[in-house]
């Protein structure tokens, strides 16, 4: 019964910005840790970043200081604002709440 689906993806040239949103239903979201995850291909699906129901966070070295997570409890939602983004940075991005995974929204970084 839980259901997450992500928004948000697109084209963007290098440098440029993209926020991602996911919103969960069919949960208690607001006391699971959630988490952005990405997948290139040929790649493994990598850990982007996460936030706990604290609002403790966690970059990868990758995205340190370029990613922003956030959540919104009243709304059931948690974002990813990407700044200064990179051709490496091109993938699926999920969301990734306790078990369940959103079905992805892909990010292109490309000139």
């Known amino acids: 019964q839980v259901r997450l689906v992500e928004s948000g993806g697109g084209l963007v040239q290098p440098g440029g910005s993209l926020r991602l949103s996911c919103r969960a239903s069919?949960?208690?979201?607001?006391?699971?840790?959630m988490a952005w995850y990405r997948q290139a291909p040929g790649k493994q699906r990598e850990l982007v970043a996460r936030?706990?129901?604290?609002?403790?966070?966690f970059y990868a070295d990758s995205v340190k200081g370029r990613f922003t997570i956030s959540r919104d409890n009243a709304k059931n939602t948690v974002d990813l604002q990407m700044d200064s983004l990179k051709p490496e940075d091109t993938a699926v991005y999920y969301c990734?709440?306790?078990?369940?995974w959103g079905q992805g929204t892909q990010v292109t970084v490309s000139s």
């Open positions: 069919g949960s208690e979201y607001s006391i699971y840790t």
């Open positions: 990734s709440l306790d078990i369940y």
């Open positions: 936030i706990t129901s604290g609002r403790n966070t």
